[in-house]
């Protein structure tokens, strides 16, 4: 017998995101107030209307059975975004900002996926407000809205097990505590925590304290959203320096990185995830630098090339050199970069390492089975051996990771554009990376993509953000009918 669906705790639940979404605006209005900016009048308009559905849906959940079951927890992480995003885009859309709906709706999915990719075509012209907002939406995606109602949702009664374990990117994932409330709350503390670090960092090395709290908050959450319209190109090495090295811890499972500020860091050391992407990061960037190098003689190219192969690897986006000037095997380093990703589990995009090492791994295992077909070759990662459930699991995600690109890159090319640069904005959307290669290059302004073209890459960010399986499953018959 079908268990009926308790859509009460799902508008109990969003009303209190919405909530927290709406509690969040109150920081771009009082900086529009402080600035005697103009579009105040917009903040207070797109507050006022978040506070009410807000509440519209608290008293709509009221009485709600307190039963998370995985239908349940699927529709609330899949539809939080979306929500999240409709509220998120008044501001622009009120403001005039933005006065597309299209383009409105695309910067506000891109800011809270951590895509990264802009429609704006003078960031440098917005004010204050909207900045941060931009900003500020990152760094609400980056460690994951889920992630932040789980540690609050406790103190309304509800449970965060069955949502937390939707959103959650990579294979598996680890508590640090028995409750997952308390796990959740050290993940904000720690992401909390790194933010204030940079931002104090970039401002003692000369960057404004405003745009320094934009970058610190775009680094941690590998959004890749800057004040300026040439990203970090016009900053000092100093800068670029401290930005890499966030961007390269945020681009590790943080919980990894929570072991590594108790004092452990032997965890993080021996993880063998961290190995792998850290080693990924490097030899990327000494070939980037040493093609630079050749091309270039300048010994600012090891910063240049390390800085783009982190930052792309980490789908955080932001360019310390326009790279389609380079020679065009430089491009097809960063375009593979491109798919690659952090750690799971942390707030980088992409296909996660852990996948590709387990994938490598098995393959190499298939290819020794073929050598010794009696031979038990099993698959092993961190000193255990996998279930095959896991390299399952793993096999799926490439295939549907694949064919959505296929298919994106296929729409893209029917709204006209070139199939080189389709290909890049379908890798570079479901990755969350927001640069890509060719017209939308280094730059990450996506203001000239056609409209179709700009509804289908949202809906491919936010596949890319939940890891495809969570959208996927709403969908899915066999879901509804458990």
Known sequence: MTRLFNWRLVFKTMGVLTTLEALFMLVPTLTAWWYHEA??????????ITWITSWWMLLAGRHAEKRVGERE????????WVVYSLFGMLPFWLSGALPSITDAWYETMAGFTTTGSTVFTDVAAQSHSILLWRALMQWIGGMGIIVLSVAILPMFGLGGMQLYSAEVTGVSYEKLSPRIADTAKHMWITYIGLTLTEGVLLWLFGMGKFDALCHSMSTISTGGFATHNDSVIAYSPAIQWIIMGFMLLSG??????????????????????????????LVAGIIIAVGLLIHTHMWSSIRIGLFTSIATITSTGFVAADYMIWPPVLWVVVFFLMFTGGASGS????????????????????????IHPNAVIPVRFNGHTLREQTTSNIMAFMFF???????????FCGCGIGFDESLGIAVSMIGNV??????????GCYAALPAAAKWVATFVMLIGRLEIFTVLLIFSRALWKK
């Not at 927890?73 to 939080?80: D, F, R």
């Open 347 to 370: 707030t980088s995009g992409g296909i996660k390492w852990v996948r590709l090492a387990i994938f490598a791994k098995a393959a190499r295992a298939e290819l020794k089975r073929r």
């Open 73 to 80: 927890g699927y529709i609330i992480v899949a539809s939080v």
């Open 252 to 281: 590790i499972n943080f919980t990894q990185l929570i072991y590594l500020f108790r004092g452990k860091p032997q965890r993080m050391i021996q993880d063998e995830e961290t190995r792998w992407y850290v080693s990924a990061c």
């Open 401 to 411: 990771y694949l064919l959505i690109i296929i298919l994106a890159t296929l729409w």
């Open 434 to 443: 927001g640069v890509s290669i060719g017209q939308w290059g280094s730059s």
């Open 39 to 48: 579009d105040l009048g917009a903040w207070i308009a797109s507050s006022a």
